[in-house]
């Protein structure tokens, strides 16, 4: 079992910016990723940021450039930095953990970029 908890959502202005926080127990030693996705209201939740246990990360096009996804082995802990925040960013952002054979996910932290 994997408890993910997530933290540091919040309402921003445009161009500004957010740290979110992951914050992993349990098996963490079985995680093979860790990955950011979103939620905006009405549509699909989609894949924001992942880093792999070897330190490999991949971006969503439309954050690239922006957004940094970091860990600190030593706290259990992923973060996501957000600079350059747009209204279209909004929405419930999840921190999920890729184990065999499951994926665990956190309870969701909402943020909110207004115009």
């Known amino acids: 079992q994997v408890q993910l908890v997530e933290s540091g959502g919040g309402l921003v202005q445009a161009a500004g910016s957010l740290r979110l926080t992951c914050a992993a127990s349990?098996?963490?030693?079985?995680?093979?990723?860790m990955i950011w996705y979103r939620q905006a209201p009405g549509q699909e939740r989609e894949l924001v940021a992942e880093i792999t246990s070897g330190g490999s990360t991949n971006y969503a096009d439309s954050v690239k450039g922006r957004f940094t996804i970091s860990r600190d082995n030593a706290q259990n802990t992923v973060y996501l930095q957000m600079n350059s925040l747009k209204p279209d960013d909004t929405g419930i952002y999840y921190c999920?953990?890729?184990?065999?054979?499951?994926?665990?996910w956190g309870q969701g932290t909402q943020v909110t970029v207004s115009a």
């Open positions: 349990g098996r963490i030693s079985s995680i093979n990723a």
């Open positions: 999920s953990a890729l184990t065999i054979p499951r994926a665990y």
